[in-house]
């Protein structure tokens, strides 16, 4: 089927982000998202060469992972950024990004280097998600 003559669903999201300094350090993400029932992901992209940790945090695929509960912490030699909380999984949050198109003759892809976690929920929703 041609672009022009496939059939349209539109839906609608609106998403406001508010972020705040912590009191102790670090900041808070809070996400409200109105609009249709659609499925979200916020990726969290890490430079290669750290250790990821959390008992929450469940593989996708290689260097992707879901955190679906509790805290992750990202370690880089004397340097680390604790995350979360998770926000659950199912069939109604799939852990899936589609990276776009991939063009094999230039090599290209939107997947970033490195180590990803995914947090996944479906809209409408609000998340606070804590960044240490």
Same mark, same amino acid.
């Not at 972020?19 to 249709?36: N, Y």
């Not at 430079?47 to 996708?60: A, F, I, Q, S, Y």
């Not at 990276?99 to 929920?121: F, K, N, Q």
């Given at each position: 089927?041609?672009?022009?003559?496939?059939?349209? *669903?539109?839906?609608?999201? /609106?998403?406001?982000?508010?972020?705040? +300094?912590?009191?102790?350090?670090?900041?808070?993400?809070? #996400?409200?998202?109105?609009?249709?029932?659609?499925? #979200?992901?916020?990726?969290?992209? #890490?430079?290669?060469?750290?250790?990821?940790?959390?008992?929450?945090? *469940?593989?996708?695929?290689?260097?992707?992972?879901?955190?679906?509960?509790?805290?992750?912490?990202?370690?880089?030699?004397?340097?680390? %950024?604790? #995350? =979360?909380?998770?926000?659950?999984? =199912?069939?109604?949050?799939?852990?899936?990004?589609?990276?776009? +198109?991939?063009?094999?003759?230039?090599?290209?892809?939107?997947?970033?280097?490195? %180590? /990803?976690?995914? %947090?996944?929920?479906?809209?409408?929703?609000?998340? /606070?998600?804590?960044?240490?």
């Amino acid at each position: 089927m041609d672009f022009p003559h496939r059939e349209r *669903e539109y839906r609608t999201l /609106r998403t406001e982000i508010l972020l705040r +300094e912590s009191p102790g350090g670090g900041w808070d993400l809070s #996400f409200a998202q109105t609009g249709s029932d659609v499925p #979200f992901a916020l990726e969290l992209c #890490f430079r290669p060469g750290g250790k990821l940790t959390g008992d929450g945090l *469940e593989r996708v695929s290689d260097d992707t992972y879901q955190l679906v509960r509790g805290e992750a912490t990202y370690t880089v030699g004397e340097d680390r %950024i604790v #995350f =979360g909380p998770g926000n659950g999984k =199912g069939g109604r949050q799939p852990p899936v990004v589609d990276p776009g +198109e991939r063009y094999a003759w230039l090599g290209g892809s939107l997947t970033p280097d490195g %180590i /990803r976690v995914l %947090i996944t929920g479906r809209t409408p929703t609000t998340y /606070r998600l804590t960044l240490r």
